[in-house]
């Protein structure tokens, strides 16, 4: 009974964390698309 309690309950927060994931990866390409101006700023000192 234990047991198949906390294997749900870890699969379900090991879904969460793999959409979690997945989310950041998105957000992450669209600020390489549209970087907002604290990141411009930091890639100009970086690149010179």
Known sequence: M?????????A????LLR?????MLYDKKMLDRYPAKDEENLRGVSMN
Do not use: G
């Open 12 to 15: 379900y927060h090991m879904t």
């Open 2 to 10: 234990f047991f198949n309690d906390d294997a749900s309950e870890s």
């Open 19 to 23: 959409n979690e994931s997945k989310i």
